[in-house]
């Protein structure tokens, strides 16, 4: 029973090494120096020489041997008494001469031609009557420098190799030691002591005994003086170079070895305890007992192996559900609907395993939404793309052939729509990046029952991909008319823009407070009383009744600057002659309810007061101050409206406050010259004098930057010659393709010019504002809804109606052919594991 041990220890060992489990089994393991003589230790076990020799390393890969007893059969041929095989040969070698070429051919077949080693192991199974029931394992030698053209490393490499066979718990160390050299010296019991410190598994072996030098010999090492060990030392000698050469046969080798114990004056007391015979039987009872003792341990190892190769084989699904309609369809639909339902989970956050180094999901798209896009829209800057030049062109183009005076709303609305475009790109890439991510997402989206069917997973995916790819088109569309709507229509009520046009002109309102003159008081006394006082207050009076009679001065209502300035253009007409009926109205019920003592005085007052709120939205200019100042009739009413409105500031500005402005100045000198005639030009000769023929000095406002032909060779004067001399006609070139606009001399605009220009300016940069705060908060809404949200509602819809169809079963579940074979595999172990845990269990019972 106890030989069935080994043998059972054998097979398991056979059975794994070919479906690679891991379980230990019990082994000895043979580890000495190069030429230390562990080759000829096992030839001597076996009886037969087999293995390779020559000079330097030759062992380069382990070589397990597994000797098995087999009864001696009556009438057999001695030929076929042994033979060997090996596993990975179907074949059954006599002849041990060609196991020798065998393993130099598997050597050189793995580890190359040039002396290198392998951890890949070499099996080996001897059968013959001559041997006990063993398992060893025979290493490389021990080495300390490379030698031919072995690696430089070749010292670690075999040293690690041995390591990884002596640390198994289960592996028996036979420890070979050459008995002329120093035990001290011993790199095998070295190796053996680290992994083995109370010498419980480790046995020693002595070789050369034979060529110790004369006068000395190993008996305290043998009996454990020197160097205890719990399984003790063993002492053999093997056949010398001689021997081999001259193909000593093998039973004359033990013979003569068990002669030399026998006569050795040191060793005849303990010869019946070494020798090779001895050191089989040893090995074997240690072997048997370690294996009886590690039966447990086994049994527990391969209950542990049993269930994680169940776990793998389960993971791998059973493949009895391929066979069944109702199967498939059951085990599709339910790996459709976890797919579906991981693939809103990570949107929304609820999947089970979140990751807490990076953001995954649907926190990436909020991301997308809140920094990246948040962020593109916050660069953009309103007026960047936007020079004085070209703000100064567009007013012009928006004025058709007429000058302006006041800023142009539709200048304004020309520049400010292609701005609002700009929104339009990081709308449209916004789109694009939580496509892209929820694509991601998709793929991200898996299992590893769902890995087992690569096709039913690409189809899952590609089902997905293309109803984002639907849902792509209508978000972007949705996004871009979006911005389309925000440009067709400028709201100029809007609260936020009212507020913006109400700074810009408190920007333009400081520099024109500096200019404007003070207030004068008239000095003529009121009443005969020669006070100013009650002047100040009818006046005061008086703006109060003006302001509900004729509205010329409201408050500030819900509408925007550029709007209120072409409303005062187009009421400008009437404000004169209602201001003037309303003024006249005002007086009469201040004098009805304040009575005079000098009507006169009171006429006189209210004569001046009308004067002066005929035309309440335009200061004099410094020509008409100093007109007034020669007739002396308006003196008293020369002081500008009240200060502090976007009104007043803004046409103070247009009109001029000290002077004729660009576009006042011709209508103020006609009147001049209507009402004082000559008189103006004497005392002011720095204002051209109307009657002068002087010519007046052009302005430029274009340059013609193709140029035209000239009229003698085009239009109606074509061929036609001047009789009088005069070629100004003919100077007149027709326009070319392209007239570009241009700056004033000097290029620096005037006052006038940059007013407008900052006020556009600031116009543009409120509404931007407002636009780019709604596109910041509309766009995100708009693909949740178009595009996240649907594609959540509609996944599991699509991917039923798409996939779910009996006659594609089949192909959708069609496994991986590397996954069929793995699970094969599997299988295979498990039932091993099974086998071997059966048999175990059965040797347990036997031996109690």
Known sequence: MDQDLIRLVNKLQDTFNNLGGELDMPQLIVVGSQSAGKSSVLETIVGRDFLPRGQGIVTRRPLVLQLIHTPEAEGSSATFREWGQFLHLDKRFTDFNEIRREIEQETFRVAGQNKGISKLPISLRIYSPDVLDLTLVDLPGLTKIPVGDQPSDIERQIRNLVLDYISRPNSVILAVSPANVDLANSESLKLARSVDAQGRRTIGVLTKLDLMDAGTNALDVLTGRVYPLKLGFIGVVNRS????????????????????????????????KNGTKYLAKSLNQV?????????????????????????????FGDAAVFGDKNQQGALILRLMTQFARDFVSSIEGTKVDISTKELSGGARIYYIFNDVFGRALTSIDATGNLDNQDIRTAIRNSTGPRPSLFVPEMAFDILVKPQIKLLEAPSLRCVELVYEELVKICHN??????????????????????????????TSDYAQSLIEIQAAYINTNHPAFISGSASAAQQQQQP??????????????????????????????????????????????????SSTLHDRSRISGSSTSASTIGLSNAISKRSASKPRTSRASAGGSASNLTAAFQQPTRPQSAFEQRNTGHHGGMSSTSSSPPSGSARETFLNYFFGQNGPGPIAGSSVESVGQRSHGHQHSHSHPHV??????????????????TGGESALNSGIMAG????????????????GKHIEAIPPAGGSLTTRE???TQLIRSLIQSYFNIVRQSIQDIIPKAIMHFLV???????????????????????????????VAERTRVKALLDAYKEAFKTLSDVSLKST
Not at 287 to 312: C, F, V, W
Not at 445 to 474: D, K, M, N, W, Y
Not at 533 to 558: Q, V
Not at 795 to 812: G, H, I, T
């Open 445 to 474: 989206c898996t299992s590893i029952e769902l890995q087992r069917f690569p096709r039913l997973h690409a189809q899952l995916i590609e089902v997905v991909s293309e109803l984002l790819r639907e849902r792509l088109g209508p």
């Open 512 to 561: 024109s407070r500096s200019v404007i003159p003070p207030r004068p008081q008239s000095a003529e006394p009121v009443n005969g009383n020669g006070s100013a006082h009650t002047l100040d207050e009818e006046e005061d009076g008086f703006s109060d009744d003006l302001n509900g009679l004729n509205g010329i001065f409201p408050s500030r209502d819900g509408r925007s600057v």
């Open 789 to 819: 949200n649907h594609t959540a509602q509609q996944v599991q819809n699509r991917l039923v109606a798409s996939l779910y169809k009996p006659e594609v079963f089949a192909d959708l579940l069609n496994e991986d052919e590397a996954l």
């Open 720 to 735: 036609k010659r001047p009789m009088d001399g005069n070629n100004a006609a003919f100077d007149m070139k027709s326009l």
């Open 241 to 272: 170079q001689q021997d081999i050469i001259s193909e000593k046969p093998m039973t004359d080798a033990l013979e003569s070895e068990t002669e030399f114990f026998r006569n050795h004056s040191a060793y005849r007391n303990i010869a019946h």
């Open 287 to 315: 072997l048997i007992n370690h294996i009886r003792d590690k039966l447990p341990d086994m049994k527990a190892r391969l209950n542990t192996l049993m269930g994680q190769a169940q776990q793998e084989l389960n993971s």
């Open 754 to 756: 940059e007013m407008e």
């Open 688 to 705: 051209q004098n109307i009657g002068s023929t002087e010519p007046a000095h052009i302005v430029p406002t274009g340059r013609d930057v």
